[in-house]
């Protein structure tokens, strides 16, 4: 287990590596911490050769509370001070782009992220959801895209990446509405794959499918995953051939070999470590 982070904590469970949100006095806000060490624990993940999978969950009774505005406000004296002009606006935007860079750890670690949501997952905890690959929650889940109900325009990816997993109808009736949508209703809309009865059996299902993912080819997986992410907005003919050339470049390699190996003999194959 990692001791280097105040908001976070890391820990491998077998093949599965967890970074769990460990802030739970301020049910998880986004704060500098936070925006400092996410990059962090996500980099960690995504180097670590042994796990092949990874879950994103979190202590305390939220998974997480959104943005901590206040705790921010070194970052942002621009919304506080009112002073009028181009130049505040522009670092504004500068810390706005830092933000929507670092949030998109979950979607460039190289391994699948599962996110276990348990309790309220507001705003830019949304946002985070958004960039993992896949989503569980236990059914007392609450999650909203709240923005608008507090006069801003939510910038850090659901808008984006929610229109390719839900639809855009969904997402405009999510963030024009700043309504909150229980675990139930994301599941029937394609925005939860499953919801469970408690967090314990949340954080057990998400372990599971993390085990279940580390069966097989962890250069097959992380490849797909690449592959995915290159294509979402793109052209079905250029999703393709990205495709074909990803193809091209990974065979042959000993996971293909030793796949073949284990259909000859009619065994489960033993895929190493990269």
Known sequence: MSSEHQVFRTEKKDRVFWVVMNNPEKRNAMGDRFWKELPEVFAEASADT???AVVLAAEGKSFCAGIDFMALGSELPMLMSG?????PKQQFIEVIRRFQAIGAAPERCRKPVIAAI??????????????CDIRLASREAIL????????MVADLGSLQRLATIIGEGMVRELAFT?????????????LLSSIHEDRDALWEAAQAMGEIIAQNSPI?????????????GKPVED???YAAVRQAHMIPNPDLMEAMAAFATRRK????DD
């Open 50 to 52: 042994h796990t092949r």
């Open 83 to 87: 002073e009028p002009g181009g130049r």
């Open 118 to 131: 348990h309790g309220h997952c507001i705003g830019g905890g949304l946002d985070l959801v958004a960039a």
């Open 144 to 151: 909203s895209l709240r923005e608008a109900a507090m006069a």
């Open 178 to 190: 700043a309504g909150d949508v229980t675990a139930e209703r994301a599941l029937s809309m394609g």
């Open 220 to 232: 097959a997986v992380e490849t797909t995953k690449e592959v995915l992410n290159w294509g979402r």
């Open 239 to 241: 999703g393709l051939e």
């Open 269 to 272: 194959p033993s895929f190493g």
